[in-house]
Each structure stands twice: as structure tokens, then as C-alpha cells.
């Protein structure tokens, strides 16, 4: 039970299938208590039968793109919890159309969309949780290998990425002093809700099964325990990182 008696705060359960989702089954099934966020009431009946099987305490709603709507989560875990020890952002969105094509022809407004929603509202939360969240406690958010190369159609989402990727280490160094850990998973891809906004998900998964060192697509578990190491006081040296979780595919050249 490498996170019994800590307490987790899960955004981005969208279904079972998702990354957050993963994660938060393996907190759970290793001693933690779990709460989780929904975007709004559409993303609730998605998110109700997953509080129920897996026994998180409570759900609560939160737009991460809203700060008086953080502030408000905020107090909710406040009333609930007082504290709590672990921050799970798996949160990101961009318009479809900025999904496909030329990055060159994204909009400002979608620009602006995929920043504040992808990437800003990590800072947001972690500076809303910030005197809620234990000494030595742990935040993590979610990434991929397109943040640091070109990946097709991923345009405006891998830019968002980057930023993401950067803001991890800005964090670590503003909390660490606490002893909290900020860190990111590079997940390879999953068939998940967002990716199927993606085209040419398919070619994507081909080419990892055919030139990874592992010859094989990751599976959501290989994230959740990722996750769960993360979580836990074994990775209690590790900050500021991007951690891969992709069979090797991240390590090949031509």
C-alpha cells in the first residue's frame, strides 16, 4: 500500500479509459483516498458511475478555466478534506480544427483556448491548492512526446505540451522548498477521449507498435503505476521531471 492514509485530488476523469482514471484506480487500490473533478454537467454523468466503482469520498465541479470556479473547488476540499497530498492534473483541450492541417493556421482565439486550458490551468490550480496541499506532498500532469517534436496534426495541442512541460519546472522550484514534488508523464498514445480528436491517431499507433524498443503501444495501466510511483515516498527525490512512459519510442532516431 505504497500511498495508504494520503488523499488525492483527480481532474480530468473523463471515462475508463482515461489516463486520470488509471491513476486514480491505482491511488485508490494502494491505500489512498481519492476525489474527483468534473468540467461540467455533461462531463458529471461520465464521471458519476467512475466515483462509484472505484469509492473516491466526494466529486466536486471545477472549469479550470474559471478561477473564481478553482476558488470555489478549493474551499469545497477545504470543507472536506482540510489538507490533502496528492494533485492530479490530466487535464488539456484544443479546438478540433487546430487538430489537423498547418499549425501556421491557428486561430488567436484557439491559440489562447489550448494555452489557458492545457497548460495555464496547472499553474492555476497549484497556486489555488497551494496552502491545502502537505509538506513533501506530490503533483503530477500529463504530457507527450509531440511537446519536443513534430508530431502530425498534434500542432497547437504539442505547443501547449511544451509550455506544460516548462511550467513543471518552474513549479518544482516554487514548491519545493515544501518538499513537493512536481513532475510530468509522457504518456505514449492511448485511445482515450482526447486523442480521438486527433488525425490520424491510427498511423500513430502503428508506427510506435512497428519502431518502439518494446515493439508493443503502452496500455492505461503502465500510466497508472507510473502515476502511483509518483504519488508515493518512492519517487521522493524526483522533481522538475519529465518521465517517459512510451516502450522507448522517445529514445529513436532515423
Not at 5 to 32: C, P, Q, T
Not at 58 to 64: E, G, K, L, N, P
Request: aromatic share 8%.
Amino acid at each position: 500500500m505504497l500511498v495508504q492514509g494520503k488523499k488525492a485530488l483527480i481532474f480530468g476523469v473523463a471515462n475508463d479509459k482515461s489516463i486520470a482514471y488509471a491513476i486514480a484506480k491505482e491511488l485508490k487500490d494502494n491505500g489512498a483516498s481519492i476525489a474527483l473533478s468534473y468540467a461540467g454537467e455533461a462531463l458529471k454523468k461520465r464521471v458519476e458511475p467512475i466515483h462509484e466503482e472505484l469509492g473516491s469520498e466526494f466529486m466536486f465541479q471545477c472549469d479550470v478555466a474559471d478561477d473564481a470556479a478553482i476558488a470555489e473547488s478549493a474551499e469545497i476540499v477545504k470543507e472536506k478534506w482540510g489538507n490533502f497530498d496528492i494533485l492530479v492534473h490530466s487535464v488539456a483541450f484544443a479546438n478540433r480544427d487546430d487538430l489537423k492541417g498547418r499549425y501556421v493556421d491557428t486561430s488567436r482565439e484557439g491559440f489562447h483556448l489550448a494555452m489557458d486550458i492545457s497548460a495555464y490551468s496547472l499553474v492555476a490550480l497549484c497556486k489555488a491548492f497551494d496552502p491545502l496541499l502537505n509538506d513533501n506532498g506530490s503533483v503530477m500532469a500529463m504530457t507527450y512526446y509531440g511537446a519536443e517534436k513534430v508530431i502530425t496534426n498534434y500542432n497547437i495541442m504539442g505547443v501547449a505540451k511544451a509550455a506544460l512541460e516548462c511550467s513543471v519546472r518552474y513549479l518544482a522550484m516554487d514548491l519545493g522548498e515544501r518538499g513537493i514534488r512536481v513532475n510530468a508523464i509522457s504518456a505514449g498514445p492511448l485511445k482515450t477521449l482526447a486523442s480521438s480528436g486527433i488525425s490520424g491517431f491510427k498511423t500513430i499507433l502503428a508506427t510506435i507498435e512497428e519502431r518502439a524498443p518494446l515493439r508493443r503501444n503502452i496500455i492505461q495501466e503502465d500510466v497508472g503505476k507510473t502515476g502511483l510511483f509518483l504519488a508515493s515516498d518512492l519517487s521522493r527525490a524526483i522533481t522538475g521531471e519529465v518521465i517517459y512512459v512510451d516502450s522507448g519510442y522517445n529514445i529513436m532516431g532515423i
